[in-house]
Structures are given as C-alpha cells and as structure tokens.
C-alpha cells in the first residue's frame, strides 16, 4: 500500500525539512551571483523567505537553532585557527586598541542619542548601545576566501571582536546582576576567578591534550576531525559555565589548536569544508529566519526606533574604522575592510536584546528593532566585506615580487609505501603558495624482464599518494620511470619534469661503502644543482613544536642560500613551530636580516654555535619534539666543511627520537671550479644510505 505524504506549512518533516535547507545552500549563492549579491547575503535572505515569518516553510525549531549554533561556534573557531599567530601577537596592542574604539565609541554615542534624544531610562539606554559595540564575524568567510586572513586589518579586526564582544556580555552580566540585585564582591571574585580557570584549560590543557592525541592517532583521519569539533565544544561549555558567551570559548580553542593544525593539511581541508558548506550556511539561514519585516509596519513609534537603531549601529561602527584608519595609517580599503567585517550584529547581540527584553528592561519595538538591525547590518557586512575584500586582494597581488625565479616543482621518490603520507604531507608544507605546481611522486623500476609487473604495483602503491594529497585539496602527478637503475631514473625525472626540489626518505641503514648516504644521493649530488632534502619523519610533523637548524660558515652566500630559507620559512608558518638557528654570528646576522624583510613572518631564536661539531653535543638542548634541519653543502663548494661527513652518522646515534632533515642547496650547474674553493673531500667508511 502507498501513503501519500501530507504537506502541512510548516514542514515537520525531518527528511523534507533538511532537503529544502540543502536546496537552499545549494541553489542561493548560485542565483544570486549572477547579480552580484554575495552568497552569504543571499543565504539570510532565503532565510527570510522560507521563515516563520515569510512563506513559513520552516520553523525555527530546535533543529535548526542546534545547526545554527554550531555555525556560529564554526565561525568563531575558523577566526581562531586560520590567524597568522605571528602578526596576531605582533599585533595584540592594535587589536586592543580597536576593541576598546568599537567598543567605546558605539556605546558612549548610542547611550547620549536614546537617553537625550530618544529619552530612554539610563539603564535602557545603556544596555541597547551595548548591542551596537558588538558585533559577529558574518562575514570572515569572504575575507578568507579572498585570501585576506592573514591580513593585518583582519587581523586586528579578530582581535578586536574578542575584546569588545567580551566588554558587551561584561556589561549584560553587570546590568543584569544589578537588577536582581547580585552585583557584590562575591560576584566579581567568581567571575574573575572562573575566567581564569577557564583560560588556562583552554589554552594549555587542550593544546597538551590535541597534541597526544594526535601522535597516537595519526592514521586515524575521521577521528582527528571528530577530536577537533569535540574540543570545540567542550571549550564552548567552558566558556558558558564561566560565564561567558560560547562565542569566545570557540575563538580560544582555535587560537588553542593554530599551531597543530598546517593550514595545507588534509585535517584543515575537512574542517573548511564542511564548515564553509554546511554549519555555517545553516547559522546564516537561521539568522534570515529571525527577521519580521512587518514591524516596520506596526507605527511610526516602532519604525522610528528600528531606523534609529539600524542609523546609529552602521555609523558608530564606521566611526570606529575611521579612528583606526587614522591611528594606525591604514589605507582606504583596509578601512573599509576593517567596516564590512565589524558591522555585522548577530549572536551578542541577540542575547543582548533577549536578556533585556526578558528583565523589562527593553519592550517589544527595541526587540522587533533589532530583528531589522540584524538583517540590515549582515547584508551591508556581506557587501562592503566583499567589495573591499577584491579590491584589497587585487592591490596585494600587485606588491607581490614578480616570481622570475623557477616555480617550485617537488619531486619525491618513493620507495618505502610507509613514508608516502608524511613525505608527501613535506612536500605540500614546503611548496610555495604562489606557485600551482602539482607535487610529483616518483616510482622507479629497473629495467629487466619483471618491469611490466614492477611497474604496475609501484603505479598501485602510488595511487596511495593521490588519495591523501587530494584530501589537502592539492595536485600530485604520479611519474614511473623504467631505468638502469634506481639514481639514474631519479636523474631522468628531474630533467625531464624540470624539476626544482627532491625531497628523499632515509631507511638509515649503515652500510662500509665508501659513501656518504649511499650511490643514490652521491649520484644526485654529483649530477644535479637542485635543492636535495633527505628527511626522517618519525612523528607527526604538526607536533613539532621547534625547527632547530644548523648552518654552517659561508652558508649565506651560497647560490641556493634564498631557496632553502624560504623552505624553513614556509615550513615554520605553516607548523607554528619557531625557527632555532645555531652558528656562527656573521652567518646568523645574515639569516636575522633576510628573515625580518621576508613573508610570512616567523618566530626565530639565534643561538651561536662555533662549528658542525658541536651537533654532537647538543642532545640535552634538544627535545623530543624538535625537528632538527642541518644545512649541508656538496663537496668543493664554498660552505662545504669535512664534518658534514660525520652529521649523517651523529643524528642517527645521538637523535634517534627526533626527525630531521638534511638539505643540500641548489647549486649553479657549473659549480667544481678549482678557482673558487680548494677543499679535500675526506672520506669515511661507515655512512648511512639514503633510501632508494
């Protein structure tokens, strides 16, 4: 027997109500992109025509309050976790410098304007304009679409938001703890006191925590990200049960999390992706569905009220940006950007008006006020975010150098099945953003009657590579090569791929030839100018909590000295990890230099160090989740020094719990001329292989 489904307005059920949402994030950006309205905008205002009050298709229930929340908290924790944490430190007194201007200039204005104008009560008056200091970042989506997260007037505007949105719930704890007439010493002392508490679990337990969590399940993907919204959450419920709104509990766990999650891993991809595609969109339709347009329409005591405070809300928040403009020499664009992306009321807000509203404090036309001023100021979020976003974005990528050099083409052979996620998971790491190069797995065969088969499961284990690297949302190219012998295809691939880096895994095996790894990097080193690293990766490389490098003499003035900087460069900004650099103080001045003029910034420490030998010695200052880098150099080339024979063996020994890399810079073609550099290439008998 077939049932027909019975329609009811509004929907109840489960199965339609979540198919029309789909619909909705699905076909709303779609349609209105044709007419160049942002799809954020066009998200709220499907929200308003399908809501409760529009063509009520849907009530906002439970279910959609549940999603829009976790939208919200996504928001928040996106904000924390893609920050440049360099710049945000660097930056920490402008940000509070613009917290303290939205959140003082909004509310002195607004508190004159409704107790002398609009004579409301003192108290009312208050409270109201502390809606205005506040605001959400509806539209932070747009900004790190446009590349602009790591901007400093995103930045700053970040840390803004935390400030004065922390302000506005301290001013709605204290107005509302006077009417009910709690507002003690008691009640300072267990707020002050649960804040703390609050704090210190969120930013050094939950680090502490992720970071065993994710040494012990590595492989385990679908977990990471479960773990990650876990904490999350759990670090919202804190931030509740100290007294604060979840909002800033989402915003510490990313702040909490930056460093333990590169943002080109395929964990970071999964948590954009099903933020940006599904929670978020949920919260900006439940925020559409908030909206009555008829109390515009209930007299001109209610329509007066919700002009003036959708007036007052977009100009002290402009006024605000101008001051920080001016304070801090920003351009005109930046301005903006900072406008568009603080001019948003939303969640503080709401819970402003609630509390108010249910306290007496504010009637019915402020509440239906706000509902206007929610809808008004996240479609003029959406629209200046956006338009100042593109502008913005296309003024950066002018002052980008002009990238003449060679793009950087990674190859990475690959022998051992266990080393290709965290060889390939380097290789994206040290790739140049700028660049869309693919990333290309090697596999060689050598060439006898079994190649065919050979080459068919070498091709099968590389299929490995390109299911992880397109988790990262990242190119890779599978090459095969069928040669003589393993070195000499890693030879052939690199000419005929042009490429500009190997990076190569190490089995360490000891072996008595007379090699310094082995006949395969010896043959690379001798027939190439690329930049060579051999690395051993024993742990997750989001662990790593220090880069310690050392560097030899004459290191800065060799040919590939800008090359393999910009690879620990990149390497540090996206692990979170400082940069710890040991030698010589001419050598390290250089480095210092070069790094302060350079992007992204990095945390780096200078340690001096009178030679290589010193590797040696250096177990006790290092600690097991440091990745130690050494700067070798090929032999009768100018920074080469005879100990580098003995690092291979030392790091083996000595540094058994730690990963490392060996980097050998690029060279020019034409680099063993007598004239340059006399050097005798000391030999030894037990050296290590790299892996074939």
């Known amino acids: 027997m077939i049932y027909l489904l019975k329609l009811t307005f509004p929907f109840e059920d489960p199965v339609l109500i979540f198919t029309l949402v789909l619909l909705i994030i699905l076909a709303a950006p779609i349609v209105l992109s044709k007419i160049k309205i942002p799809g954020i905008v066009g998200l709220i205002l499907a929200g308003v025509l399908v809501g409760p009050n529009g063509l009520n298709l849907l009530q906002r229930d439970a279910s959609i309050v549940l999603f829009g929340t976790v939208g919200l908290l996504y928001i928040m924790f996106l904000a924390g976790l893609e920050i440049d944490m360099i710049d945000f430190k660097r930056n920490k007194n402008k940000s509070l410098i613009f917290g303290a201007l939205t959140f003082f200039i909004p509310i002195t204005i607004g508190t004159i304007i409704f107790y002398y104008v609009m004579d409301f009560r003192w108290l009312s008056a208050i409270m109201l304009s502390s809606m205005f200091s506040s605001h959400t970042l509806i539209a932070y989506p747009i900004a790190s679409r446009l590349g602009l997260s790591k901007n400093e007037a995103v930045t700053i505007t970040i840390g803004g938001t935390i400030v004065t949105d922390t302000a506005v719930l301290l001013v709605l704890a204290i107005i509302s703890g006077s009417s009910q007439g709690e507002l003690d010493a008691m009640y300072w002392i267990k707020l002050g006191g649960s804040l703390a508490v609050f704090v210190a679990i969120v930013m050094y337990v939950f680090p502490m925590i992720a970071r065993w969590f994710f040494k012990q399940i590595e492989s385990e993907k679908g977990a990471q990200f479960i773990f990650v919204l876990a904490m999350v959450f759990a670090a919202a419920f804190i931030a509740e049960l100290a007294g604060v709104e979840a909002i800033i509990g989402a915003f510490l766990a990313g702040l909490a999390l930056n460093q333990l999650i590169p943002h080109t891993s395929a964990l970071m991809n999964r948590i954009e992706f099903v933020g940006n595609n599904l929670f978020i969109p949920f919260f900006l339709i439940s925020v559409g569905m908030l909206v009555d347009l008829t109390v515009l329409f209930r007299g001109p005591e209610a329509l007066i009220i919700a002009a003036t405070i959708v007036v007052v809300a977009i100009i002290t928040k402009y006024l605000a940006a101008l001051v920080t403009q001016k304070i801090f020499g920003y351009s005109i664009l930046q301005r903006n950007l900072i406008f568009g992306l603080s001019s948003a009321h939303a969640a503080a807000t709401l819970a402003v008006v609630l509390v108010g509203f249910n306290l007496g404090i504010l009637n019915e036309d402020v509440l239906n006020g706000t509902i206007v001023l929610i809808l008004v100021t996240c479609l003029v979020s959406s629209f200046i975010t956006e338009k100042a976003g593109r502008s913005l974005a296309i003024v950066e990528s002018r002052k980008k150098p002009n990238l003449s050099e060679k793009p950087d083409r990674i190859l990475v052979p690959i022998a051992n099945p266990a080393n290709i996620e965290r060889l390939i998971d380097l290789a994206i790491m040290l790739k140049n953003p700028e660049y869309k190069e693919p990333i290309y797995p090697l596999a060689v065969v050598i060439d006898n009657e079994h190649a065919e088969e050979e080459i068919y499961k070498k091709n099968k284990m590389l299929q490995e590579a390109i299911t992880h690297a397109s988790a990262t949302d990242n190119d890779v190219q599978l ?13 052939r691939a690199i000419k005929e791929m042009m490429i500009t880096e190997v990076v190569l895994g190490w089995n360490a095996k000891i072996t008595t030839r007379d090699r310094v790894f082995g ?65 010589r103080k001419r050598t390290l001045n250089k480095i210092k230099n070069t790094l302060q003029t350079s992007k992204p910034a990095v ?13 040696e010695n250096l177990k006790a200052n290092i600690a097991p989740d440091d990745l130690i880098v050494v700067v070798s150099a090929r032999s009768r080339t100018i920074s080469y020094d005879n100990k580098m024979d003995y690092i291979p063996r030392i790091l083996s020994r000595n540094y058994k719990e730690n990963s490392f890399i060996i980097i050998y810079p690029e060279q020019h073609p034409v680099m063993y001329q007598d004239n340059q550099i006399k050097t005798t290439h000391h030999k030894h008998e037990n050296r290590l292989e790299a892996e074939d």
């Open 479 to 491: 090459v095969s090569k069928i040669d003589i012998n393993v070195a000499s295809g890693i030879l």
């Open 519 to 583: 006949t395969v990097l010896d043959s690379l080193l001798e027939n190439t100018e690329q930049m060579i690293l051999v690395c051993k990766v024993i742990q997750p490389l989001n662990t790593i909590k220090n880069i310690v490098v050392f560097v030899p003499l004459n290191s800065d003035i060799e040919v590939g000295y800008l090359r393999w900087l910009r690879t620990l460069r990149l390497l540090s900004a996206q692990l979170g990890a400082k940069l710890v650099f040991r030698g």
């Open 603 to 615: 945390e780096a420490k200078y340690e001096i160090m009178a030679d290589l030998g010193e590797v």
